[in-house]
């Protein structure tokens, strides 16, 4: 079992910055890929970006040269650092780990970009 421990949403005006955390706890030596998932209302779940368990960055083609995704493997925690945030970044952001067979969720935390 892994665990899952959002924090760092929050309120910001167009242009802003905020950066995400996810502490993971529990089966820590099973996660391979660590990824930021993000839904609006009314819109599906789509993946943000994605850092492998080598290091390797991948992210969504909305995203790209705003965001980026960082792994400190002594604290377990994948970081979502993003600039030039948008009004159309607000959603709910999710934390997902891969870890032997299994897939784990966070809770998710709340980033509002609004003037």
């Known amino acids: 079992q892994v665990q899952l421990v959002e924090s760092g949403g929050g309120l910001v005006q167009p242009g802003g910055s905020l950066r995400l955390s996810c502490a993971a706890s529990?089966?820590?030596?099973?996660?391979?890929?660590m990824r930021w998932y993000r839904q609006a209302p009314g819109r599906e779940r789509e993946l943000v970006a994605t850092?492998?368990?080598?290091?390797?960055?991948s992210f969504a083609d909305s995203v790209k040269g705003r965001f980026t995704i960082s792994r400190d493997y002594a604290k377990n925690t994948v970081y979502l650092q993003m600039n030039s945030l948008k009004p159309e970044d607000t959603a709910r952001y999710y934390c997902?780990?891969?870890?032997?067979?299994?897939?784990?969720w966070g809770q998710g935390t709340q980033v509002t970009v609004s003037s």
């Open positions: 529990g089966s820590i030596a099973s996660i391979n890929d």
């Open positions: 850092i492998t368990r080598g290091g390797s960055t």
């Open positions: 997902n780990v891969d870890a032997g067979l299994y897939y784990y």
